[in-house]
């Protein structure tokens, strides 16, 4: 099982991106998921998350500007980032609680992180 992040890229300031973060495998549910970022020389730090019952929680950094939101029949995560700054650069991973089927089609659970993707907002 992968998370698969996509889109992002370079956009000016005040613009918009949006990310996605697909599970791909023998999925079989996904719980909460989340977008982190980590910006050059700082820590990872989270950015939203949402719940299997679609409860959401921002960092005050991205209130009332970014928006997560998840389809799960596509098991999809996906950050739509509004009136982007030059302090949202970073690179944006995803993070999910997936259970899924095993080799011996057992149900196991597993935290998984995504591959990366690159935002930056110029000035």
């Known amino acids: 099982v992968q998370l698969q992040a996509s889109g992002g890229g370079l956009v000016q300031a005040g613009g918009s991106l949006r990310l996605s973060c697909a599970a791909s495998g023998s999925v079989f549910g996904i719980g909460t998921m989340n977008w982190y970022r980590q910006a050059p020389g700082k820590q990872r730090e989270m950015v939203a998350s949402i719940t299997g019952g679609s409860t959401t929680n921002y960092a005050d950094s991205v209130k009332g500007r970014f928006t997560i939101s998840r389809d799960n029949a596509k098991n999809t995560v996906y950050l739509q980032m509004n009136s982007l700054k030059p302090e949202d650069t970073a690179i944006y991973y995803c993070?999910?609680?997936?259970?899924?089927?095993?080799?011996?089609?057992?149900?196991?659970?597993?935290?998984?992180w995504g591959q990366g993707t690159l935002v930056t907002v110029s000035s």
């Open positions: 993070y999910a609680d997936l259970n899924y089927y095993n080799s011996n089609e057992e149900i196991v659970a597993h935290k998984k």
